[in-house]
């Protein structure tokens, strides 16, 4: 049985965070959530070719000042080839700009048709990986690959393109060449976020000799950083991924004892061993969950994980108490919805397990697919309650939806592993933990009507971006620096420190410019 704990390691994002303290907003640019790089060019005409170059590691707003100070002097020039030279980078370099505050905001398309119109004024490198990322982030390896390759014929000693190209290699499941990639953008310039993808993609390969590897390139990377918790649950993650249970309980329990305060290592470590005892709870391992929301009362995963293991053992008062408590934090999330709804029914208060069971249904939505189909459950059981209560015409369309699901939960089971779904509708362990799954490796949608991309992000969609409040007022202010915007001034660039989970992905390699020798 493959582990599928996958989207709980989303909160692998919140705790990379502790890795980098603070960083320039433009910097905020990767391709996967081991990607993080700085953005910035050496502007050349769209008809030169570049020679390979380092990265600089100049802020693009400093570049863009220089350059509109260069179109200012190149108009006193009277040199109509000058003037339109310097106005062609000029319009590169903002497009470029805002397609970055794009991808900080995650309007992916946006950000694509503004690298787009930048690569129309100017074919340079940088924007071509910063199409990269943004095709990858919209779940199109392919598209991705195609913009890395044009970076790398640009520049062909680019350690962005070399990464950007790793993590759609990876995305694509193709490891080998992912290791080649990466291995490429480490020899060029090492740091953390292209060395722990590529022990990811060592590991990936499971083999005895890539895995030693693996070990060779994370013992590096703490050998540069500094031993830490944070790491530890890191490199769990990537032995988790590789189904290297035992490597990766090895390493949660490092992380615990160096600090057992590190975010998320008690819950993991929780998790790992749960998988290993094959999903039956046991004292030690209930600790583990009680640890972790001790050292964390406000933490969603490990409020909710409690209360679905006291739901299992048909603990309902103490169950109740975690899982409202998730609510509280983050009422979004459907999973800790269905379970108040499955303990009212257990405890006959149908008119609340109602409403908890529509609710789940209602944050459900379209994602009916997640956690395999555990809103079936909710299905299943609003379809008695109806039943039970003399409405039974209202029951007809939930047990029909329901008996739709568990059909095509039997037909992903028998493609993916063995096992079977039982009548009831019952909810496995490994779907219980994997919360988010929201079909990550399809491409996102296109939007269906023209949308201008310099425009100021629709509200509804900046708050589906994760961006705190400090980093939305970064942005707003990193978008009216740039002259395509009316009120544009010379001006420094901002800074903020990233909080959000896909931010904080995004930043780690910046932590104080720190190299890694291999």
């Known amino acids: 049985?493959?582990?599928?704990?996958?989207?709980?390691?989303?909160?692998?994002?919140?705790?990379?965070?502790?890795?980098?303290?603070?960083?320039?907003?433009?910097?905020?640019l990767l391709a996967v959530p081991v990607l993080a790089v700085s953005q910035s060019t050496v502007p050349v005409g769209a008809a030169q070719q570049r020679t390979a170059s380092p990265p600089s590691t100049a802020p693009a707003t400093d570049e863009l000042q220089r350059l509109l100070h260069a179109a200012v002097a190149a108009s006193d020039t009277g040199d109509p080839r000058e003037v339109a030279r310097a106005n062609f980078l000029v319009l590169a370099l903002a497009f470029r700009k805002l397609g970055n505050v794009r991808v900080a905001e995650s309007a992916f398309p946006q950000a694509a048709e503004l690298y787009q119109r930048s690569l129309a004024w100017e074919d340079a490198a940088e924007t071509h990986v910063g199409l990269a990322i943004a095709d990858l982030y919209a779940n199109r390896p392919d598209d991705s690959l195609v913009e890395a390759s044009k970076a790398l014929l640009l520049d062909p000693k680019s350690a962005r393109a070399f990464n950007i190209q790793g993590k759609a290699w990876m995305k694509k499941r193709d490891y080998r060449k992912a290791v080649d990639s990466l291995e490429r953008s480490v020899q060029l310039?090492?740091?953390?976020?292209?060395?722990?993808?590529?022990?990811?993609?060592?590991?990936?390969?499971?083999?005895?000799?890539?895995?030693?590897?693996?070990?060779?390139?994370f013992d590096t990377i703490v050998s540069t950083m500094g031993d830490s918790g944070s790491l530890h649950v890191l490199f769990g993650h990537a032995y988790r991924d590789a189904e290297m249970q035992d490597d990766a309980i090895r390493e949660l329990r490092k992380a615990v004892?160096?600090?057992?305060?590190?975010?998320?290592?008690?819950?993991?470590?929780?998790?790992?061993?749960l998988w290993k005892n094959e999903w039956t709870d046991t004292p030690e391992i209930h600790r583990e969950f009680v640890?972790?929301?001790?050292n964390f009362p406000r933490d969603f995963l490990a409020n909710y994980f409690l209360g679905y293991l006291d739901s299992n053992d048909r603990r309902y008062d103490e169950a109740n108490l975690h899982l409202k408590a998730a609510t509280e934090i983050d009422a979004s999330w459907p999973e800790p919805w269905l379970f108040l709804g499955l303990n009212?029914?257990?405890?006959?208060?149908?008119?609340?397990?109602?409403?908890?069971?529509?609710?789940?249904?209602?944050?459900?939505?379209?994602?009916?697919s997640r956690g395999?189909?555990?809103?079936?459950?909710?299905?299943?059981?609003?379809?008695?309650?109806?039943?039970?209560?003399?409405?039974a015409d209202e029951a007809a369309p939930y047990l029909e939806r329901a008996r739709e699901f568990q059909?095509?939960?039997?037909?992903?089971?028998?493609?993916?592993?063995?096992?079977?779904?039982?009548?009831?509708?019952s909810l496995s362990p490994a779907a219980a933990v994997a919360l988010l799954n929201r079909q990550e490796d399809q491409p996102l949608p296109m939007p269906t009507q023209p949308v201008d991309p310099t425009l100021p992000l629709d509200s509804a969609v900046l708050a589906r971006s994760g961006l705190s409040e400090e980093n939305k007022k970064a942005a707003a202010a990193e978008e009216k620096s740039a002259p395509l915007n009316p009120g544009h001034k010379f001006q420094r660039p901002c800074h903020l420190r990233s909080h959000s989970p896909r931010l904080s992905f995004r930043a780690r390699s910046l932590s104080g410019g720190r190299a890694l020798e291999f």
């Not at 640890?291 to 001790?294: A, D, R, V």
């Not at 059909?407 to 509708?425: F, N, P, R, T, Y």
Request: proline share 2%.
């Open 257 to 273: 004892a160096l600090d057992t305060h590190t975010p998320h290592a008690h819950y993991f470590l929780g998790l790992a061993l």
């Open 407 to 425: 059909k095509q939960s039997l037909a992903e089971a028998q493609q993916v592993v063995a096992g079977k779904a039982s009548e009831e509708g």
């Open 189 to 217: 310039h090492s740091e953390f976020e292209s060395a722990y993808a590529l022990g990811v993609s060592l590991l990936s390969l499971k083999d005895p000799e890539s895995k030693k590897k693996a070990v060779q390139v």
């Open 1 to 28: 049985m493959t582990f599928v704990l996958n989207h709980a390691f989303a909160a692998l994002s919140r705790l990379r965070a502790s890795l980098i303290h603070s960083l320039g907003f433009l910097f905020l």
């Open 372 to 391: 395999n189909y555990q809103v079936r459950r909710a299905y299943v059981t609003l379809g008695r309650i109806l039943t039970t209560s003399g409405r």
């Open 291 to 294: 640890t972790e929301l001790s």
């Open 344 to 368: 009212a029914y257990a405890l006959g208060d149908l008119p609340r397990s109602e409403a908890y069971l529509q609710k789940c249904i209602e944050l459900t939505g379209k994602d009916e």
